[in-house]
Nanobody, 127 residues
Framework: QVQLVESGGGMVQAGGSLRLSCEAS????????MGWFRQAPGKERDVVAA????????YYADSVKGRFTISRDNAKSTVYLQMNNLKPEDTAVYYC????????????????????WGQGTQVTVST
């Protein structure tokens, strides 16, 4: 079993920045693809960004491309989501996710391939 503990959420003005962190328990973190999902009120949970197990490949949703950066530090068993130039439409609950499959499976197969979920952290962007 793997536990994912998220931190870094909060309130920020439009145009500001936040960095989300997700620290994983266990000894096999480096074997997992990692991702960030978000869910806004009344909407489905969608993938925001994903990263390969070694960190060399990343995916971004079109809505955040150029503004968000996903990264990981396998020595610290932590994945990050750096969010810059935040917009009100970024307001959502953000969830960390881990999967044993290749990271692109989240795009082709959806969130059902996830093995472990964080509990979510609220990000609110005001005008």
């Amino acid at each position: 079993q793997v536990q994912l503990v998220e931190s870094g959420g909060g309130m920020v003005q439009a145009g500001g920045s936040l960095r989300l962190s997700c620290e994983a328990s266990g000894r096999t973190f480096s074997s997992y693809s990692m991702g960030w999902f978000r869910q806004a009120p009344g909407k489905e949970r969608d993938v925001v960004a994903a990263i390969s197990s070694g960190g060399g490949w990343q995916y971004y949703a079109d809505s955040v491309k150029g503004r968000f950066t996903i990264s990981r530090d396998n020595a610290k068993s932590t994945v990050y989501l750096q969010m810059n130039n935040l917009k009100p439409e970024d307001t959502a609950v953000y969830y960390c996710a881990a999967a044993s499959r290749i990271y692109t499976a989240w795009i082709t197969h959806g969130e059902t391939i996830t093995d472990y979920w964080g509990q979510g952290t609220q990000v609110t962007v005001s005008t």
